[in-house]
């Protein structure tokens, strides 16, 4: 299983706010600052978010994300449908000596 | 703009060898570290391993080290993975991404296949 935690399903309708969360420890969300990505399918990763918070130029800013402490989280507001995608965390851990991603969290737009 | 274009992936058997490359263009390679992501079929991200700017720095995941090598080529912009003793868990499609921050640019994919 991977090093950080995500809920592997998500959901919302049109409009909503939903948010995904991303668990880890002391040694990497706890001392690291956490990138979030989103891959559609078929395609390579897209970085969402980079620095717990920021967004890369071209990113919405109804996109948002947050840290307190090990976990970290993703806001997505106003859902569109093409918002339906796979969305995972990533973080330096300094134990490990290298890069951990979370699961991956599945993004359904009902 | 910024590209990042992988080649040599292909079918090989366990045990055997491959070597990736990754061809950059639209920055200044010398002053990034970079990286190779994996995501075997069906599967999440993997981060595999990473590269410092001159090369004297890298680290690996547990599962790859002493297997794969990462390398690179400053004066022509590439950057390798030599991959040895190929196991079936290592069937995946490999991104080749840039740091600063990690994974802002990464490639279309290179898929490696091991099976006999």
């Known amino acids: 299983q991977s090093v950080l935690t995500q809920p592997p399903s998500a959901s919302g309708t049109p409009g909503q706010r939903v948010t995904i969360s991303c668990s880890g420890r002391s040694s990497n969300i706890g001392s690291n600052t956490v990138n979030w990505y989103q891959q559609l399918p078929g395609t390579a990763p897209k970085l969402l978010i980079y620095s717990n918070s920021q967004r890369p130029s071209g990113v919405p800013d109804r996109l948002s994300g947050s840290k307190a402490g090990t976990s970290a989280f993703l806001a997505i507001s106003g859902l569109q449908s093409e918002d339906e995608a796979d969305y995972y965390c990533a973080v330096w851990d300094d134990s490990l000596k290298g890069w951990v991603f979370g699961g991956g969290t599945k993004l359904t737009v009902l | 703009e910024v590209q990042l274009v992988e080649s040599g992936g292909g079918l090989v058997q366990p045990g055997g060898s491959l070597r990736l490359s990754c061809a950059a263009s639209?920055?200044?390679?010398?002053?990034?570290?970079m990286a190779w992501v994996r995501q075997a079929p069906g599967k999440g991200l993997e981060w595999v391993a990473n590269i410092m700017q001159d090369g004297n720095e890298k680290y690996y995941v547990d599962s790859v080290k002493g297997r794969f090598t990462i390398s690179r080529d400053t004066a022509n912009n590439l950057l390798y993975l030599q991959m040895d003793s190929l196991r079936a868990e290592d069937t995946a499609v490999y991104y080749c991404?840039?740091?600063?921050?990690?994974?802002?640019?990464w490639g279309q994919g290179a898929l490696v296949t091991v099976s006999s």
């Open positions: 991404t840039r740091d600063n921050p990690f994974g802002a640019y």
């Open positions: 639209g920055f200044t390679f010398s002053s990034y570290w």
